[in-house]
């Protein structure tokens, strides 16, 4: 049943120019044929603007159905992927959680070893204060028996001090 741009623009969803546009471009071949002034259109030269326009009128049921198909295929591919992302936010966030617990254990741990390590340290100065006030006491003791009284001494006894310049003698 030959069809006239009209129709055809109207069927499409385009202007009459677009088609007389894409008759324009199409081959010599494949030009429709003229009836006095108008164009008309048999179903090859429908065929022809629609596959020049990017339209398939043979094919838009089945390829509806294969994109659906295709469509579900993606749509449970991301939701697979979707699901394996969600399992592996929850492994990190578990990760995370022993990683701060860990950092909590050694930053108690640091803290710890740093009070006992002053504990030590003033236990050890404790202990030393302690063992050198009694050696300081017998070392007194042995320097006062070793020297003499001052008062048995005579004040001969004590070295007269030398005058440096010897000019005279």
């Not at 838009?60 to 579900?72: A, C, G, K, M, P």
Request: zero cysteines; glycine letters at 2%; aromatic letters at 4%.
């Amino acid at each position: 049943m030959p069809k006239t741009i009209r129709e055809l623009a109207d069927e499409l969803g385009v202007s009459k120019q677009r088609i007389q546009q894409i008759i324009a471009k199409l081959s010599a071949s494949k030009t429709p044929n003229k009836e006095g002034n108008r164009y008309v259109l048999n179903a090859q030269d429908v065929k022809n603007i629609k596959d020049l326009m990017g339209f398939d009128n043979d094919k838009s049921s089945t390829s509806e159905s294969t994109n659906r198909l295709v469509d579900y295929d993606v749509y449970l591919d991301v939701i697979d992927s979707i699901k394996e992302k969600d399992e592996q936010i929850k492994i990190l966030l578990e990760v995370q959680k022993q990683t701060q617990n860990l950092l909590d254990q050694q930053q108690r741990l640091a803290l710890q070893d740093k009070q006992l390590l002053e504990e030590y340290k003033a236990e050890i100065k404790d202990l030393k204060a302690l063992t050198m006030a009694p050696h300081d006491d017998g070392e007194k003791k042995m320097a006062a028996q070793k020297q003499p009284e001052p008062e048995h001494s005579t004040p001969d006894s004590q070295p007269k001090p030398k005058k440096w310049w010897r000019f005279g003698k």
